[in-house]
């Protein structure tokens, strides 16, 4: 059984920083893309950042300059350092990752998220 397990969120003033983490455990092969998505109130999920394998990123507008992804390949953990944050930035922050697994028959690639972890930034 494969899971994501994140781990850093809470409550910080505006202009704050936060850094979440989030390890894959289980029987893995390989991870491809991994990425924190966030999802405030009655919105819709979104894409925060994104890293390849080979630490290429992708972040979206809100979180330029401000956000950075990494990873570290060898623990299977993605990070997600957050700073200068805005209350806007209020919302659960879930994992998600592309990881390559035992089906049985075969391997294949399938998309996992973790539970999510809050976090709350005050005005």
């Known amino acids: 059984q494969v899971q994501l397990v994140e781990s850093g969120g809470g409550l910080v003033q505006t202009g704050g920083s936060l850094r979440l983490s989030c390890a894959a455990a289980g029987r893995i092969f390989s991870i491809d893309v991994m990425g924190w998505y966030r999802q405030a109130p009655g919105k819709q999920r979104e894409l925060v950042a994104s890293i390849t394998p080979g630490g290429s990123t992708n972040y979206a507008d809100s979180a330029k300059g401000r956000f950075t992804i990494s990873r570290d390949n060898a623990r299977n953990t993605v990070y997600l350092q957050m700073n200068r944050l805005k209350p806007e930035d209020t919302a659960v922050y879930y994992c998600?990752?592309?990881?390559?697994?035992?089906?049985?028959?075969?391997?294949?690639?399938?998309?996992?998220w973790g539970q999510g972890t809050q976090v709350t930034v005050s005005s």
């Open positions: 998600n990752a592309d990881i390559l697994v035992d089906v049985g028959a075969s391997i294949k690639y399938i998309n996992y």
